[in-house]
């Protein structure tokens, strides 16, 4: 089957590290609509090989759109292993989480976030990321999420700037308020430090009915550990807790309705639901695209989300679309 440009992505050579191995096939362009296989997926980088291609003047090899998430996924484990060997320096660890929030970001830029709203949120979780990395208390903690899975990290990065993106679109415009988002979002799951690893990496259907409750506590546990810290600011305290809560009140831990809940818990609430339709994790086989995703919400799940938040949400996939 022919392969058009709109199914492939550019990667600049510079993404590269040498001796990987790379999941996915590697095309370079030829022209326009002619794209050449020249490495299949599994075969370890050589970045010599790839200096040549830059010799003839080739910035970027083309992967598939549709595989990306495969090489974003590799990059954050990467960054996961590094982040867990106790001998970097901290400026190497800020780089590696960096490099991990890109990824994130780019994958989001091919699902379509390509708005200059969500080039603000790139910017704020960076911040945040940057914030974490020089609080040291903050910083061990949000490593140890790639302790429990590198999914994690990438699901944590890319809660933040959806939450972000959504509470703009909900008018949000207080630096410190948008900041306080993107830290929830961050910091979200790290309750789940808390439960067995094994536990924290088991799909929830294998789970049984006394794991599902295990595993649930990691609402409060979050709570409670940051807590302890007695740097993070309350509201995001509250986030965690509540992150799991839903407007009507199907929730956990404290089944709490909409009027209830923490203003900012309503938009990371739709915002880590929404990114675990789009990207790749534990829970599901197949990602969907930000349209099937909200259509999931909407007509399978009936909206058990703030319904403003939902709608900002809809609008920015919706002018995403039409700009595209
Ligand atoms: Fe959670
Ligand atoms: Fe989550």
Same mark, same amino acid.
Request: zero cysteines.
């Given at each position: 089957m022919?392969?058009?440009?709109k199914e492939f992505v550019?990667?600049?050579?510079t993404?590269?590290?040498?001796? #990987?191995?790379?999941?996915? %096939?590697?095309?370079v362009?030829?022209?326009e ?5 020249v490495a299949?997926?599994g075969?370890? *980088?050589?970045?010599d ?8 003047? #080739? ?7 549709k595989?990306?998430?495969?090489l974003a996924h590799?990059s954050?484990?990467?960054a ?5 060997k106790?001998?970097l320096n901290?400026?190497?660890r800020? *780089?590696?989480?960096?490099h ?12 379509g976030?390509?708005l200059?709203l969500y080039?603000?949120a790139k910017q ?7 914030l ?7 910083s061990? +903690? ?6 429990? *899975?590198d ?13 972000v993106v ?5 008018g949000?415009e ?15 799951e790290i309750g789940?430090?808390?439960?067995p690893?094994?536990?924290?990496r088991?799909p929830?259907?294998?789970?049984s009915h006394s ?13 409670q550990?940051?807590? *302890? !810290?007695?740097?993070? =600011?309350?509201? #995001? ?9 839903n407007?009507?009140?199907?929730g ?7 009027v209830?809940m923490? =203003?900012?818990?309503?938009? #990371?609430?739709?915002? %880590?639901?929404?990114?675990d339709?789009i +990207? =790749?994790?534990i ?7 930000p349209?099937?995703a !909200?259509m ?8 058990p ?5 939902f ?6 996939? %919706?002018?995403?679309?039409?700009a595209?």
């Amino acid at each position: 089957m022919e392969l058009t440009a709109k199914e492939f992505v550019p990667i600049s050579l510079t993404e590269f590290v040498s001796g #990987v191995a790379i999941p996915v %096939d590697l095309f370079v362009r030829l022209g326009e609509e002619k794209f050449v296989l020249v490495a299949k997926a599994g075969q370890h *980088s050589n970045v010599d090989q790839f200096k040549n291609y830059q010799n003839k003047e #080739v910035a970027y090899l083309w992967v598939r759109k549709k595989e990306y998430y495969k090489l974003a996924h590799q990059s954050i484990s990467l960054a996961g292993i590094a982040l867990s060997k106790r001998e970097l320096n901290d400026k190497q660890r800020t *780089s590696l989480v960096t490099h991990a929030a890109r990824s994130v970001f780019k994958q989001m830029d091919h699902l379509g976030f390509d708005l200059e709203l969500y080039n603000n949120a790139k910017q704020i979780t960076l911040a945040i990321v940057g914030l974490v990395e020089n609080h040291k208390s903050l910083s061990d +903690l949000f490593e140890s999420l790639s302790g429990v *899975s590198d999914q994690l990290l990438s699901h944590s990065i890319g809660v933040s700037s959806l939450s972000v993106v959504i509470g703009q679109a909900l008018g949000y415009e207080k630096k410190g308020t948008l900041e306080k988002l993107a830290m929830g979002g961050l910091l979200h799951e790290i309750g789940l430090k808390a439960i067995p690893a094994e536990l924290a990496r088991k799909p929830m259907s294998a789970m049984s009915h006394s794991e599902v409750a295990l595993w649930e506590t990691h609402a409060f546990r979050g709570m409670q550990m940051l807590l *302890s !810290l007695g740097i993070v =600011p309350d509201d #995001v305290v509250s986030i965690v807790y509540e992150h799991h809560e839903n407007s009507i009140g199907q929730g956990f831990p404290q089944r709490l309705r909409d009027v209830k809940m923490h =203003p900012l818990a309503k938009v #990371v609430s739709l915002a %880590d639901s929404y990114a675990d339709l789009i +990207l =790749p994790n534990i829970n599901i086989a197949v990602t969907k695209n930000p349209r099937e995703a !909200l259509m999931y919400i909407e007509h399978t799940l009936g909206i058990p989300f703030n319904k403003e938040a939902f709608r900002a949400l809809k609008k920015i996939i %919706d002018n995403d679309k039409k700009a595209a």
